[in-house]
């Protein structure tokens, strides 16, 4: 029984999550593959400016430049900066996704890298 509801569950989010991606504006659908490609400690430091500039209600780019954060391209920042905060944090989530899978498949058994 445990075993079916889990994997309801799992069906569940991800059909979630595929309904949202296809809600997702396709400028929102190219800053996500951009973003895939930086390094990730650019990635963590775009998450970083994303949630600062919700939390305090400011831009991207004015938490760009208040950071300091040189290495995230400025085209990424204000690309970003033209969605909407629900689209911009919905990005951020994105990212961390990839982040925790990639760090799942990394940290994985059996996986001596």
């Not at 500039?53 to 400011?58: D, G, K, L, N, W």
């Amino acid at each position: 029984m445990t075993n079916e509801i889990i994997k309801l569950t799992k069906q569940n989010i991800a059909d979630i999550q595929q309904q949202l991606i296809d809600q997702i504006p396709s400028a929102g659908a190219d800053i996500l593959e951009f973003a895939q490609k930086l390094e990730h400690s650019q990635v963590l430091g775009f998450q970083t400016l994303i949630y600062l500039a919700a939390r305090e209600q400011t831009s991207i780019a004015y938490q760009h430049k208040e950071m300091g954060f040189s290495d995230i391209p400025l085209n990424l920042i204000l690309s970003t900066d033209a969605l909407s905060e629900e689209e911009q944090l919905y990005l951020a989530a994105q990212l961390a996704d990839e982040i925790f899978e990639d760090s799942v498949m990394f940290n994985a058994p059996g996986n001596d890298q």
